[in-house]
């Protein structure tokens, strides 16, 4: 995963107070490509919108990097979640 020590620590001030786990996706996942905003997916058990807004703010408060977050529950997801997370490749960061 391509993260530079300034989103190292950008990511563990956004995610210091959120219970569940969190990945990378997208281009950040390939060592060989360059550039790309930073996907991030988190999974919870608080409203899924607060849980995105309150990463992403934190997140740019330490780095100015383009953050997407995702949330979604950790348990209970719909089919269209289920069917997004197949196609996507995670590499965990907490």
Do not use: W
């Amino acid at each position: 995963m391509r993260l530079d020590t300034q989103e190292k620590r950008a990511l563990q001030h956004a995610l210091c107070d959120i219970d569940g786990e969190a990945y990378i996706f997208g281009s950040r996942t390939d060592e060989q490509a360059r550039g790309g905003d930073l996907d991030l997916l988190v999974f919870t058990d608080r409203d899924p919108f607060d849980v995105s807004r309150r990463v992403a703010v934190r997140f740019n408060m330490e780095c100015e990097e383009k953050i997407d977050v995702v949330a979604m529950p950790r348990h209970d997801r719909s089919r269209e979640q289920e069917a997004l997370l197949r196609t996507l490749d995670l590499e965990r960061i907490k």
